[in-house]
């Protein structure tokens, strides 16, 4: 995630200087506790919030949990990651529905906020979960926001409740109120108010909002603000607190090349939790926050908990066991490659989906030359064959190539690299199927592939070489830890638990993943198209 970029990568390199120490003395937990307090400043967190989160982890690691621990560079990692789901909110909230019909959610914020397209965001993520949301123009100022609010409806699938042009005309209130007459009639069980924002915090603006909230009564007010605008997040969001009150955040355009400061001061100055994140431009780039889950990406731990939610939203459990029986039994072909293929792509950004395992800000430079658009020119090369030629690929001759490459406007050179990427994966995916360990073209074993009778017998191999004229540290805590490492087949010096994370944490939504390697993402992007 862009947005904590730079903060990532800074404390990622302050706790990397920890993982040669075998005892912190006092001076060293000053210098980290140092390091994060600038770290926290360059990302525009509020003062009095960096002055808590430092004093609480400096007195944390100071304390007996450390000295006593095995390895205390991972106790203050986990320190820290549970210092940061405190600034976050701690447990995530959930929308709050009415006993009886219509829940009102009324949005508020300043203008270019993004108010408009979170709107669309919300509904569509509401009608996804079985209600029948109903989008209402409240922003009567803006230019042109009620036809804005109209093709995001559209786009969404759902209602919208626009009376008046807007443009500077017609009254709000009203607008807002006959919105529940028309929706508890037309059977809306959600009602979501955009109303109109500011460029800036006036005495207008929270006249007017907090007249369209005596009036709706909403169930819930969520404050919309731009993850990017940094510490004016914290004034503003102060003065609608003050203004109109609010009970829940969402962050906007968390995408964005921003520092974070928005999202690490708002719910601890506020005492609002941030509910909702929007993640990107499209409407699905919409999810639940989980402050767990953001302190694991700050920290690059990872976030694969998110990860297979979207899995399990895209991907039918039928289908899924449809095509592992057919890469075992050699019928997985063409057709089942395209098919998979767009699934994938209905998760979201691929690019997103590798940033959310453990360790990736290490690929960062691989992830940003990583190219969706292969994925495009691979759908267009498999959609320019034949049925016959996407079930037996043997039928692919030099001729039907060219036509092939003709029609999907790519080179024959393409079309051949597709095949035999295909060809490929099917091999490595029958492999897996079968309990084995895939073997990658001049990398041997895939990294992260266990599971199965292949994948114990390596790591009884690894164990055994590992053990044979194994060094011994003298320190006897650093010994006991190389010899439960050894026992796992795991390098010494690394952490059973480490659940990919560049640290050794293991445990949270960490847990159960392989760090990967720059190698990992480049088979991928060999059977993606690259």
Do not use: C
């Not at 036809?147 to 443009?167: C, I, R, S, T």
């Not at 503003?236 to 607190?241: E, L, N, S, V």
């Not at 430079?365 to 996407?390: K, V, W």
């Not at 994370?501 to 060999?526: C, H, N, V, Y």
């Amino acid at each position: 995630m862009a947005t904590f970029g730079t903060l990532s990568d800074r404390l990622t390199a302050t706790f990397s200087a920890l993982r040669t120490k075998g005892k912190l003395s006092a001076a060293d937990v000053d210098g980290t506790v140092r390091e994060i307090r600038r770290a926290l400043l360059d990302a525009d967190v509020a003062l009095p919030v960096v002055k808590d989160f430092t004093a609480a982890v400096r007195e944390r690691a100071l304390g007996d949990e450390v000295n006593k621990a095995l390895n205390p560079a991972q106790q203050v990692v986990q320190i820290v990651n549970d210092e940061l789901i405190t600034i976050l909110g701690g447990q995530q909230r959930r929308l709050q529905f009415a006993k009886n019909p219509p829940t009102v959610i009324m949005l508020a914020g300043l203008q270019g906020a993004g108010k408009t397209t979170l709107a669309g965001k919300l509904a569509k993520w509401l009608k996804a979960d079985g209600h029948t949301p109903l989008l209402v123009a409240a922003d009567l100022q803006r230019p042109n926001a009620v036809q804005q609010l109209q093709v995001v409806a559209e786009q969404a699938g759902v209602a919208v409740f626009a009376p008046e042009p807007g443009n500077g005309k017609g009254d709000p209130v009203r607008v807002a109120k006959d919105a529940l007459k028309h929706a508890k009639t037309n059977l809306h069980d959600v009602v979501i108010v955009d109303t109109a924002g500011r460029l800036g915090v006036d005495a207008e603006l929270m006249k007017q909002a907090a007249d369209i909230r005596k009036a709706v009564d909403p169930d819930e007010v969520l404050f919309v603000i731009d993850a990017m605008i940094g510490q004016d997040a914290v004034t503003t969001a102060k003065a609608f607190q003050d203004g109109v009150d609010f009970t829940g955040v969402v962050l906007s355009k968390l995408d964005g090349d921003a520092r974070g400061g928005a999202a690490l001061s708002v719910a601890s100055i506020t005492g609002r939790p941030i509910m909702f994140a929007s993640t990107g431009e499209g409407l699905d780039d919409f999810e639940p926050f989980y402050p767990d889950r953001m302190a694991s990406r700050i920290l690059d731990l990872g976030d694969i908990l998110t990860l297979i939610e979207q899995a399990q939203k895209t991907f039918d459990e039928e289908d899924a066991r449809k095509t592992a029986e057919k890469f075992a039994t050699d019928s997985f072909t063409l057709e089942d490659f395209l098919a998979q293929m767009q699934q994938l792509k209905n998760m979201g950004s691929i690019k997103n989906m590798l940033g959310m395992l453990p360790g990736a800000r290490g690929m960062r430079e691989q992830l940003d030359n990583f190219d969706e658009s292969e994925l495009t020119r691979t759908e267009a090369i498999i959609q320019s064959m034949t049925p016959a030629e996407r079930r037996v690929p043997k039928l692919l001759n030099g001729s039907r190539r060219v036509r092939i490459a003709r029609g999907s406007g790519t080179t024959v050179t393409d079309v051949n690299s597709l095949v035999t990427r295909f060809e490929q994966a099917a091999k490595m995916m029958k492999t897996v199927a079968k309990g084995g360990v895939p073997q990658v073209p001049g990398m041997g074993p895939m990294p992260g592939m266990g599971g199965g009778g292949g994948a114990a017998s390596l790591r009884k191999a690894q164990a055994k070489k590992k053990g044979k004229g194994a060094s011994k540290s003298g320190n006897p805590a650093k010994r006991a830890a190389e010899e439960a490492a050894r026992a796992q087949g795991l390098k010494p010096g690394a952490s059973a638990g480490a659940s990919g994370s560049g640290f050794g944490l293991g445990g949270g939504a960490a847990a159960g993943g392989a760090q990967p390697s720059a190698e990992d993402l480049a088979t991928i992007q060999k059977l993606l198209g690259r």
